[in-house]
């Protein structure tokens, strides 16, 4: 069913188009045109961020924080088995979603862990991966607030999954 | 500002970027210091290959946000959304209202790869080059970060291949989780800005 939204929303948008005698290919190559220049505007930064989270993860800090973070985790009641993929899942979208798969391919599609990863996944984001990239093309340096307060609305929003998983 | 201490920490990506690096190197210097290197070089190949797919993704994504806004639909969506949009981000500038309203309108539909350039447009036209993250832009990432979309697609694609008897049971309660982070965000926001205003207010009589 979902694989029929975008299709459709595509298709509404290119009729309206031709109702409203827009030029649909000129106006299609002018925003093409953005493509390249951002993603090389974003680049250094996207390099940054995935060079310092490798070296955190082959340095095993990351194997040595889940271990001191799974208790504390299982106190809030995420099983202790998603302990890497909470922690990972502010720093790496391709990395999180690898280790998904890993939790769908070990424990089941339908067993309680994998239904709670999914939930996890599906209502989290990149924080730092985004924060890096939304910012970067601005002079901002300082983000007061913003990270502590999107950490902590992730945290909740883990939480609240691994509840809502154990009754719905 | 010394009786909310938590609020007055500054924080940046500057710090976070040098926890990751010095720990790990630290580590890394005693446990494996000879593939240091080539790890941080197959990171930037790894960062490469994410930008040229990102490119791709992008090239099809501003091309569809260009008819959007060409139509004018960005417009009359703006519109739509612009009493929400005012009341959060406590702004009032029709040209950013727009981007924003296209920003939420791509994280909501799931493809948050269409959102980022939209966000990175917004965090420039919100930008006020005082070097400090401003309320709006706090709001945007909080809101960005919470992830408001409908329908998590990626994740029932995953687990319907992993062979799951109903893979789109997870939208519920994926959909009741992000709501109320969302919420949390923006009262959250709200709240801390009110009481930085209050000390701020103070500190000035």
Redesign the interface.
Request: aromatic fraction near 10%; glycine fraction near 6%; include cysteine.
């Given at each position: 069913m979902?694989a029929y939204?975008?299709p459709v929303?595509?298709l509404l948008?290119?009729i309206?188009?031709i109702f409203?005698r827009?030029n649909?290919y000129d106006?299609?190559?002018?925003?093409?045109?953005?493509?390249?220049k951002?993603?090389v505007d974003?680049?250094p930064f996207?390099?940054?961020?995935?060079?310092?989270?490798?070296?955190?993860r082959?340095?095993?800090?990351t194997t040595f924080l889940t271990q001191i973070l799974s208790p504390i985790f299982n106190f809030l009641g995420i099983p202790p088995e998603l302990t890497e993929l909470v922690l990972l899942r502010p720093f790496t979208g391709?990395g999180s979603?690898a280790l998904?798969?890993d939790v769908?391919?070990t424990y089941?599609?339908?067993s309680y862990i994998?239904?709670c990863a999914?939930?996890i996944?599906?209502?989290?984001?990149t924080?730092?991966y985004?924060?890096?990239?939304?910012?970067?093309?601005?002079?901002?340096?300082?983000?007061?607030?913003?990270?502590?307060?999107?950490l902590?609305?992730?945290i909740?929003?883990t939480i609240?999954?691994c509840l809502?998983?154990r009754v719905? | 500002m010394t009786f909310l201490p938590t609020f007055s920490i500054k924080i940046s990506m500057n710090i976070f970027w040098l926890m990751m690096m010095l720990s790990s190197t630290l580590v890394l210097l005693v446990t494996n210091p000879s593939e240091m290197l080539n790890e941080m070089i197959g990171a930037g190949a790894d960062a490469l290959e994410l930008c040229i797919e990102l490119c791709a993704v992008y090239v099809v994504w501003l091309g569809f946000i260009e008819l959007v806004d060409a139509s004018g639909l960005s417009k009359k969506l703006a519109k739509l959304l612009r009493p929400l949009i005012r009341k959060i981000f406590k702004i009032n500038n029709e040209e950013t209202e727009k981007i924003i309203a296209l920003n939420i309108s791509a994280n909501m539909l799931g493809v948050g790869n269409a959102a980022t350039p939209m966000g990175i447009r917004a965090m420039q036209a919100l930008d006020d080059k005082s070097g400090r993250a401003n309320f709006a832009m706090i709001m945007l990432l909080v809101i960005n970060a919470t992830s408001i979309q409908l329908l998590p697609t990626t994740v029932i694609g995953l687990r319907s291949n992993a062979g799951s008897a109903n893979p789109a049971d997870i939208i519920l309660p994926t959909l009741i989780v992000t709501f109320t982070t969302t919420i949390l965000g923006i009262i959250l926001c709200h709240t801390i800005e009110h009481f930085r205003r209050k000390i701020k207010g103070g500190k000035r009589k």
């Open positions: 979902s939204i975008l929303l595509f948008l290119i309206y188009c409203k827009i649909t106006s299609f190559v002018k925003g093409a045109k953005g493509a390249i951002l993603v974003i680049f996207i390099a940054s961020i995935l060079i310092a989270v490798t070296l955190l082959v340095s095993g800090i391709s979603y998904l798969e769908l391919t089941g599609a339908d994998s239904r999914c939930v996944m599906g209502c989290s984001e924080i730092f985004v924060a890096t990239v939304y910012f970067s093309q601005t002079k901002v340096k300082k983000l007061l607030y913003a990270i502590p307060v999107a902590l609305c992730s909740v929003g609240l999954a809502l998983c719905m | -």
